[in-house]
C-alpha cells in the first residue's frame, strides 16, 4: 500500500442499511469501526442473518489494532460472534454498556473468554498503533452512544456512528457539541456522518416529547397499559417506568432480550426503577388492572416475540381483556409493515385499544434529520466528507446536502461497500474495489448458503417441485421400475391426478425414442426435463423444479 | 331467508385491502358492488393474483340483478374475468371509463361476447327487481368514480365506494355533495363507508397541489423529465401533460398498460393531449434532452415495469443519462417499500436526480382522511353504519369515528369478510357467517393452489428439500439400489458431501434394523424421514423438507 496515506474501506452499511463495518487503516495500522449485521431480506430465503464479507481482512489480521465499537445495536455488533473468530480476535473497544451487551451476546456463543473488551469513555483517550484514538458523546436510541475520533499523523478522521442530538435527553446526557467545536476548530480532514434519516427535513423531535403522550395515554386508561419497544431503547424503558410510577403503577417485563436488557440496565445503572416497581409476569393477576403495565419485546411484529404471541392468543402468561390499552412505541422497519400491522389488527379483534405511530405521538427516530445533519456538518467543518450509513439513494442526498453546506464537489466520495478510498492531506480518491458482500448465516453454518441454493429455494417457492424417479437396467439402459411421478408445492397431487398421469405418459413416450442415447444418462436426464417442462407450462403455466433421477441396478 | 330484510354479506375487502365484493340483497334480489382482486403478499408464494371465494352465491346466481361497479380501480373490477363465468355472467353497470378499462381486460381474456356491460352515469337511475339503483360521483384516483344509492322497499342503502373530496379536482367534477345532502335529508337507513385512509387526520390535499411540485420541477429540469405514476391516475397524467405544455416539452409514453390506458382515456374524451404533443419512445433522441418528457409505470418498483427496466439498463429504449429527472408520483403500497426504494436507488446510480413522496409534494391520495370521513358521515347521516375496505384496525377506527359523530353503538356493525348482516328499519345485527376467503390464481388455473400447496412452497423456501431415493426387491424388500440423496436449495452439493455421504449411511442403517416390517412402506419412508430429520438438523440446525421415495423392482 501506499506510504503515509489513509486508507478507508467500507466492508458493510454503504448502499444498505445494516451489517455496519469500516475499516480504517494508517500505513500498517487497521482500526475497524463496529461489526453489524444485517436481517435479511424477501430474497433471501430461509437466511437467519446476513453479515459482511471480511475477506479483505484475511491476510491483514496481524494489523488490526483493535475493534472501536459505536454502541451496542445489532447493526452494529451483531457481526462480532462471527467475525472475531476469522480476525485472530483483536481487542475491542465499547462504552460500559454497549460492552454489557457486547458480553451477553458472546457468551451465547461460548467465546466471553477468548475477547478482550476494554470499556471506554468519552473522557478516555488511547493510542492504537500510530493513531490516537478518542470518543465523543451523541444521542440515539439507546445510551452510551459514541462517534469516534482517529487521530493520524496525516489528519484527524471523525466517524459520527449513529447520532441524532436531544438537548433535552432523558438520561441527561446530551451529545458533546463542545468536542464537536473542538475538533472543528482544529482542523478535521474527513468525517464519516450517518445518513440514515437524511430524506426527513426538520429536526428529530426530543425523547422528552414521548413524555406528553405517555402522560396522557395512562391517564385515559382504564385498564392495563402494555408498551411494546425495542428492548434496547433503554430511555423509552426509563420514560415508561416514570410515568408509571406517577399513576401508581406495577411494572412487568416479558419477551427474553426485554428482561435481560433491562436487567443489565438496571445494574450498570442505565436505568433507574424505584424499589418495588417490578413484578413478575406470572403475578399480574394478583392486582387490579389499573395497577399494571406489561413492558415488552414485539414492536416490530416478529412472529415469535412477546407482543405477536399476546395478540395471537398464543402467550403463555398474558391475555387480552377489556379496557387494556396497548403502545406500540416503535415505527416499523421497512419491510415490517404488514407483521407490524397484522399484530395491530389482531390486538384490536382481541379488543384492546391500541394506540401507534401516526395515530399517537409514540416514537422518535433515533437518527439525525436534515437540520441536525447539517449542525454536524458546520461544527465538525471537515476538509473531506463521505456519507455513511444508508441506501444509495440517502448516501446521495446526504452529499448533496454538504455539497449545499459549502463542501467542495471534488471533496466529497460517494462510496459503497468494497470500494478503497485513499485520502491524503491534499485529496481523496476513490482508488480501488476489494471483495465484499453478504455472508449468509443459516442455521449453524456461516456462509456455505451461496446464490445456488438461494436461487433453488426462490424457485422451490414460486412453484414447487417435481420429480421423475425412474430405475433402469445397468447394462442394458431399459427402464425397470418408474417414472414415479412425485411433486411438492406445485399442485395438490389428489386434485391434479390427470395432469399427472399425463405427465408420467410423457416421460414414457420420451424414453422410448431416445436413439441410442439410452444410456447417456446426463442425456436421458435433460430429455426427461425438458419434456416435463414443456408440457407442464402449456397445461399449468408454472415452471415447477423439475428433477428426474435415475437409478440403475 | 328471512323476508322483508336487507342482507348484506360482504365477501371480500372487509378485514383486509383488495379484492373488493359486496353482496346487497332484498328477499329474493342480489345486487353485487365491485369483484376486485388482490395482490398476493409474501405468505402467499408463488400465487399470481386473489381473487374473492364466491361460493356464496353458487347456488343463487338465477337471483343475481346486476353486477355494480364503482370504478376501474383493479381492486374492484380485477376479480370479473374470474368471477363472472361462475355466475352465468349476469350484466354489469359502470360508468364510461370503467367501462372501457373492464373491456380492455374482457378482450383479454376473450369474454368480451359474453358480458353486457351497461353505461351508467351520476345521471341515471335504474330499477333492479325491487330495488332502485342510482349512482353519485366521487373523487378518487382515477376519473369517473362512483358511489351507489340502493333504495329497497324497507330503505336506502348508500356505499360510498373509495372517495376523497376534492373542491378543485383536475377533471373539473367534483364529488355530488349535493346529492349527498338530499340522499341524508331524505334518510338513509345505511352507509358502507371507505376505510382506507382513517387513520390519517386531517383532509387530503387537493389534486391540484401537484400543479405547483410539477411546474417547480420542470422549471429547474436541466433534462428530460420522466415521470412514472399509476397507469389509471388518468388525474396525474392530465398534470404532467399540462405542465408538459407550459414548457413546451414532447411527450413519450413507455409501458403496455400506460399506452393503453392513455389511449383509451384520450378517445372517451377524459384526457386532453394537444396536437403533435405526443411522439413514440423510439423517437425521443430526435429530440434535445429539454424538450422531452417520458410518463411511464412502474411507480411501485414492479420488477418487469418500464421504470424497473430504465432503473436496471435493461429498458428497450431508454437509457438514464446525465441530466434525467425522474419523478415518482406515487407513494409505495404497504409491501412495495423495498422494491420501490431498490428502484430510486439504481436510478440515483445511473446519474439521475431522483424526486418522490417524502422528499417532494408529487402524489397525493385517493382516499379520504379523517375529516372527509367525517364530512361523508355528516352529509348522508345514516340510521346504521358498516365500515368496509380497510384492514380491522382500520375498520375499528372508522367506527369509533362514527361513534363520536353520535351514531349510536348498536347501530355500528364492524363485519369482516363471510359475515351475513341483516338489516330492518328497526335493527341491524351480524347473523351468520357464510363460506369467504381466498381464492388464488396461480399460472392457467384458478383455486387449485390452496393451504397444502403454500405450506409446501413455504417450507422449500426456507431450507430446501432432501430425497432419498431408493430401489428395493418386490418380493424380499432388500435393497437393490440406493439410497441416493438428492437435495436442493437445502447446501450446495459439491460443499457438503461429508454431510450428504454421513446422511446416506444414516438411511442405509435405519433400513438393516426394521423388525419385520421391510414391506410395509409407508412405516419405512416415515423411518427414513425421522432418521433424517433428526440428523440434519442437528447438524445444521435447518429442516429442508424429507421425501423418501422407494420404488419396487
Redesign the interface.
Known amino acids: 500500500m501506499t506510504k503515509g496515506k489513509i486508507r478507508i474501506v467500507p466492508l458493510g452499511g454503504l448502499?444498505e442499511v445494516g451489517k455496519n463495518m469500516m475499516v480504517v487503516e494508517y500505513n500498517d495500522d487497521i482500526l475497524i469501526v463496529d461489526v453489524g449485521v444485517m436481517f435479511p431480506?424477501?430474497e433471501m430465503?430461509?437466511v437467519d442473518l446476513v453479515i459482511p464479507d471480511a475477506s479483505y481482512l484475511a491476510d491483514k489480521k496481524h494489523r488490526i489494532r483493535g475493534i472501536l465499537i459505536t454502541h451496542g445495536h445489532e447493526d452494529h455488533v451483531g457481526g462480532l460472534p462471527y467475525i472475531l473468530p476469522m480476525l485472530n480476535f483483536p481487542p475491542l473497544f465499547a462504552t460500559r454498556l454497549t460492552q454489557g451487551l457486547i458480553q451477553v451476546k458472546l457468551k451465547e456463543h461460548r467465546m466471553l473468554d477468548k475477547v478482550a473488551i476494554n470499556v471506554i469513555s468519552p473522557e478516555v483517550s488511547l493510542q492504537l498503533g500510530e493513531c490516537g484514538v478518542e470518543f465523543f458523546r451523541v444521542n440515539h436510541s439507546i445510551p452510551d452512544a459514541v462517534g469516534i475520533v482517529i487521530r493520524t499523523p496525516l489528519g484527524t478522521v471523525v466517524h459520527t456512528g449513529d447520532y441524532k442530538f436531544d438537548y433535552t435527553p432523558i438520561d441527561g446526557k446530551p451529545a458533546d457539541l463542545g468536542t464537536l467545536g473542538r475538533l472543528g476548530n482544529e482542523g478535521v480532514l474527513l468525517m464519516l456522518g450517518d445518513s440514515t434519516r437524511v430524506?426527513?427535513p426538520g429536526y428529530t423531535p426530543s425523547e422528552r416529547v414521548i413524555n406528553d403522550s405517555l402522560d396522557k395515554i395512562f391517564a385515559n386508561a382504564p385498564g392495563r397499559v402494555i408498551v411494546a419497544t425495542f428492548a434496547s431503547l433503554i430511555s423509552r424503558v426509563q420514560q415508561v417506568v416514570d410515568t408509571a410510577e406517577r399513576y401508581e403503577r406495577f411494572v412487568a417485563l416479558t419477551g427474553r432480550s426485554m428482561i435481560n436488557n433491562v436487567q443489565m440496565a438496571i445494574e450498570l445503572g442505565y436505568l433507574r426503577v424505584p424499589k418495588g416497581m417490578l413484578i413478575r409476569a406470572e403475578d399480574i393477576n394478583k392486582f387490579n388492572p389499573e395497577q399494571i403495565v406489561v413492558i415488552c419485546t414485539g414492536s416490530q411484529g416478529e412472529p415469535t416475540s412477546a407482543l405477536t404471541r399476546i395478540a395471537n392468543q398464543d402467550h403463555r402468561l398474558i391475555r387480552i381483556q377489556e379496557g387494556d390499552t396497548v403502545i406500540l412505541s416503535a415505527t416499523p422497519v421497512?419491510?415490517n409493515?404488514?407483521m407490524v400491522?397484522r399484530t395491530?389488527?389482531?390486538l384490536?379483534?382481541q379488543g384492546a385499544d391500541?394506540l401507534y405511530q401516526?395515530?399517537s405521538n409514540v416514537h422518535v427516530s433515533g437518527h439525525a434529520a436534515q437540520e441536525e445533519l447539517k449542525l454536524m456538518l458546520s461544527l465538525v467543518r471537515p476538509k473531506f466528507f463521505m456519507p455513511i450509513h444508508g441506501?444509495?439513494?440517502q448516501l446521495?442526498?446526504h452529499a448533496k446536502l454538504a455539497y449545499s453546506l459549502g463542501i467542495a464537489e471534488e471533496n466529497i466520495v460517494v462510496a459503497e461497500d468494497g470500494d478503497v478510498i485513499e485520502v491524503s492531506p491534499e485529496r481523496i480518491d476513490l482508488v480501488d474495489h476489494v471483495t465484499s458482500g453478504n455472508v449468509y448465516v443459516?442455521?449453524?453454518?456461516v456462509g456455505?448458503?451461496?446464490q445456488?441454493?438461494?436461487r433453488?429455494?426462490?424457485?422451490?417457492?414460486?412453484?414447487?417441485?417435481l420429480?421423475a424417479?425412474l430405475?433402469v437396467d445397468k447394462e442394458t439402459g431399459a427402464p425397470?421400475?418408474?417414472p414415479?411421478i412425485?411433486t411438492?408445492?406445485?399442485?395438490?397431487m389428489r386434485?391434479?391426478e390427470e395432469l399427472l398421469a399425463n405427465a408420467r405418459e410423457r416421460v414414457v413416450a420420451s424414453l422410448s425414442n431416445l436413439n441410442g442415447h439410452s444410456s447417456d444418462w446426463s442425456f436421458v436426464k435433460d430429455k426427461i426435463k425438458s419434456t416435463l417442462s414443456e408440457y407442464l407450462y402449456e397445461?399449468?403455466?408454472?415452471r415447477p423444479?423439475i428433477?428426474p433421477?435415475v437409478?440403475?441396478?
Open positions: 448502499g431480506d424477501d430465503f430461509g430524506e426527513s421497512p419491510g409493515e404488514k400491522h395491530i389488527n389482531n384490536f379483534k391500541v401516526g395515530l441506501e444509495y439513494r446521495i442526498l443459516d442455521g449453524l453454518s456455505d448458503v451461496g445456488i441454493v438461494l433453488d429455494r426462490k424457485v422451490l417457492s414460486q412453484d414447487g417441485i420429480m424417479v430405475t425397470i421400475a418408474g414415479d412425485v411438492r408445492g406445485f399442485v395438490y386434485d391434479a397445461k399449468t403455466r408454472r423444479m428433477l433421477v437409478m440403475e441396478v
